[in-house]
């Protein structure tokens, strides 16, 4: 991955330097952080792609156990979803890495120890269970939304229930839900940032680190220009996806 990388990366390295150092920024800083600084944008796509790509198969099981798990599965999705919504991201990133340490010896006789050294294995974990129950309760209230003889409909062409979901309500649920459930993915792009408390070099992990170096504030001007820029691109991807996949509700306005 790194061999085929590593030319792309050069090729945007050369090109950030360009850009920077025509808007008059430190020359001297670019030429020792800037290829680094794009290697830690790599690893905050890496953890975002992985954390909400996962996330979101952690949350359509948990979205349907909401409406049709009855009072138990239904309590339980409830109180997983309430749990990561209700507490800071960094105290759960925290009790995950170092608490972890704490279960050495449990974790290696079960072969899990591997997993939980890492730092950037327990960032995507932590991630992905905070960012699954969000995507859980946007996709519940996309579900909801839909008129309820949606499934009637469906059963009546002799689809069982999983089948109805799958083939019927779950592609209009993830139309309704496709606006928030970016702004979500946002959110995780800028959260992110705090995998670098756990010596994970993300982007924000490279900028302390030369900060930490150069005592030069420039460096964080850089990250703000780099998330900003994720971001923008994000947002257009997701314009141009709401467009093509509800083209239906906007000719129907």
């Not at 991955?1 to 030319?7: R, S």
């Not at 600084?37 to 909401?66: D, K, N, Q």
């Not at 995507?135 to 002799?158: D, F, H, N, V």
Request: net charge positive; charged share 15%; glycine share 10%.
């Amino acid at each position: 991955m790194q061999a085929l990388l590593g030319p792309v990366l050069d090729a945007l390295g050369a090109g950030f330097l360009q850009i920077m150092g025509l808007i008059g920024l430190n020359t001297d800083l670019m030429q020792r952080y800037g290829l680094r600084f794009l290697g830690g944008v790599w690893v905050t796509i890496e953890l975002v792609v992985l954390s909400v790509g996962i996330g979101m198969l952690l949350a359509w099981p948990l979205a349907i156990a909401r409406v049709e798990g009855g009072k138990v599965l239904s309590r339980l999705a409830f109180g997983y979803s309430y749990f990561f919504r209700g507490t800071p991201l960094l105290a759960q990133t925290f009790l995950v890495y170092y608490g972890a340490g704490q279960f050495r010896e449990e974790l290696t006789a079960l072969g899990l120890w591997w997993f939980f050294r890492e730092a950037f294995y327990c960032a995507v974990l932590t991630f992905t269970l905070n960012t699954a129950a969000y995507q859980s309760e946007i996709l519940r209230g996309a579900i909801q939304t839909l008129p309820a003889g949606q499934m009637e409909a469906a059963k009546s062409l002799g689809l069982s229930k999983l089948k109805a979901y799958w083939t019927v309500i779950m592609p209009q649920a993830a139309g309704i839900g496709l606006r928030p459930l970016g702004n979500e993915l946002i959110l995780m792009i800028k959260s992110s940032a705090i995998a670098s408390v756990i010596t994970v070099y993300d982007l924000m992990g490279v900028t302390r680190l030369a900060f930490s170096r150069s005592y030069d504030m420039e460096v964080y001007l850089w990250a703000a220009v780099l998330y900003l820029m994720m971001v923008e691109i994000v947002r257009r991807v997701w314009n141009v996806l709401e467009r093509r996949l509800n083209r239906h509700l906007l000719v129907s306005r």
